[in-house]
C-alpha cells in the first residue's frame, strides 16, 4: 500500500507537526507501507526536524519519503509514473488543497486507477466532527473519490494520534517546570501569576515568543528560553513539566494525553469564535472533575482565550494565579480525561482500518 499525506504550513510548525507525527507513526505500525509526505516549507519543517534538508526535493527522513510540494516538475514526473500509483491514497490534510501538478494528473490525464481521497481535518471537540467523520464528498471525477476523517475526543471519531511517546500515561511531576508556549498577547497578567508562583519558566520558540518575552522582562519574571526543538525533544519537555500553558492543534493534542494541568491558548478568530471551540473541549472534560475544581480551569482557559478588552488585569492574573496555585488539586482530573481519550484507540491505527474498510474492500 501507498500512501501520501499532503501538508500546508499555515501556522507556524503546528500544521507540519500533526502530520509529521501522523507519517512517522503510519510508517511505524505499517512497515510494509510506503509513506509519502508532500510538504511546501521545508525550512519550517526543518525547525522541528533537524534531520530535514530544506534544499532538496527528495529526502527520505525516518523511513517516510519527503517531496517538496513546490517542484512541480519533478513532482509531476514521479507522481504519475505507473498510472499514478502513489496518489492511490491521498491524505489531504487541513483543507491544504492539492497541487496543481497533482490537480493536473488527477483530473486532465484521466487515470486508469481510482484514486481515494481522505480529507484529514483540524481537531475539534464541536458535535459536527461526530457528523462529518466518514462523510462523503463529491470531486470532479468519479475515479477520485473523496471522504472525511475527522480526528476527535469520541469513539465516534477518529480519535488522537497516540504514537509511542504517548502510549503510556507518565507520572506527574510535581517540581517540573512550567512551559508557556502561546500566541501573541498582552502577557503582564500571566507574568506576574507565574513570578508569585516562584515556579521555573519555559519559553518556547513561535509567534508568541515575543509578546511574552516583552511581559517577563517588564516584571522581572525569570525565565529559560528554549530553542526550537525536534519533535521528539519537545515531547520530552511537556513531559516532565508540572503545568502547561499551550497553543495550536499539535501541543494542545500532546497536553490532553499528558495528563498535565494545563491550559490552551486557541488560535484567535474573528468573534471571538476561538471561545465556541474552547468551551466544547471544556465540555468535553467537565465530567472528569468536582464542579468546584472545574470552575478554577474553566475560568483560567476563557480568561486567556477572550480580548483582552474584556478582562481586566487584575481579574486575569487572579484566574491565571487561582489555576497555578492549585494545579496538584487539579491533577487528578487531567489524569482521568488522559485516560478517557486512550480508548478512543491511536488516529494511525482507526485510519488504517477506515482505509481497508473503505478503500480496499
Known amino acids: 500500500m501507498i500512501i501520501t499525506a499532503l501538508c500546508k504550513v499555515v501556522d507556524n510548525y503546528g500544521d507540519v507537526g500533526v502530520v509529521w507525527r501522523m507519517c512517522r507513526n503510519l510508517k511505524f505500525q505499517n512497515p510494509e507501507c510506503e509513506i509519502n509526505l508532500v510538504i511546501d516549507d521545508l525550512v519550517s519543517f526543518n525547525k522541528i526536524c533537524s534531520q530535514v534538508d530544506s534544499t ?58 481510482t484514486v481515494n481521497v481522505i480529507m484529514i481535518d483540524y481537531l475539534t471537540a464541536e458535535k459536527y466532527a461526530e457528523d462529518f467523520h466518514g462523510l462523503d464528498s463529491l470531486t470532479r471525477s468519479a475515479k477520485v ?30 517540581t517540573g517546570d512550567i512551559l508557556v508556549f502561546t500566541y501573541e498577547k498582552n502577557w503582564s497578567a500571566l507574568a506576574n501569576a507565574l513570578k508569585k ?89 467537565e465530567r472528569h472533575f468536582e464542579k468546584k475544581d472545574f470552575a478554577i480551569v474553566r475560568n483560567a482557559w476563557n480568561c486567556i482565550n477572550e480580548n483582552e478588552q474584556n478582562v481586566c488585569s487584575n481579574e486575569a492574573e487572579n484566574y491565571y494565579s487561582e489555576f497555578i496555585e492549585n494545579i496538584e488539586k487539579l491533577v487528578y482530573g487531567f489524569k482521568e480525561f488522559a485516560l478517557d481519550l486512550r480508548k478512543n484507540g491511536d488516529l494511525c491505527s482507526n485510519l488504517m482500518t477506515f482505509i481497508y474498510k473503505k478503500c480496499i474492500i
Open 197 to 285: 508562583s516562584g515556579k521555573k519558566v519555559l519559553l518556547a520558540q513561535g509567534r508568541g515568543r515575543d509578546s511574552f518575552f516583552n511581559a517577563s522582562k517588564e516584571n522581572g519574571l525569570d525565565i529559560t528560553e528554549l530553542p526550537y526543538l525536534n519533535q521528539e525533544n519537545w515531547d520530552d519537555i511537556m513531559q516532565n513539566c508540572s503545568c502547561l500553558i499551550i497553543r495550536g492543534e499539535e501541543s494542545m493534542s500532546r497536553a490532553c494525553l499528558s495528563g498535565i494541568p494545563f491550559v490552551w491558548h486557541a488560535y484567535p478568530q474573528s468573534d471571538e469564535y476561538q471561545l465556541v471551540k474552547v468551551n466544547a473541549l471544556l465540555d468535553r472534560m
Open 56 to 113: 532538496l526535493d527528495f529526502q527520505i527522513v525516518d523511513s517516510v519519503s519527503v517531496y517538496n510540494w513546490n517542484n512541480c516538475d519533478y513532482c509531476h514526473e514521479k507522481f504519475s509514473e505507473n498510472d499514478g500509483e502513489k496518489l492511490s491514497i491521498i491524505l489531504e490534510c487541513f483543507q491544504c488543497g492539492r497541487p496543481e501538478w497533482m490537480e493536473k494528473i488527477l483530473f486532465e490525464e484521466k487515470l486508469e486507477r
Open 145 to 174: 473519490q473523496k471522504v472525511n476523517f475527522m480526528p476527535g475526543f469520541t469513539e465516534k471519531t477518529g480519535g488522537l494520534i497516540i504514537d509511542n511517546n504517548w502510549r503510556v500515561l507518565k507520572d506527574w511531576q510535581r
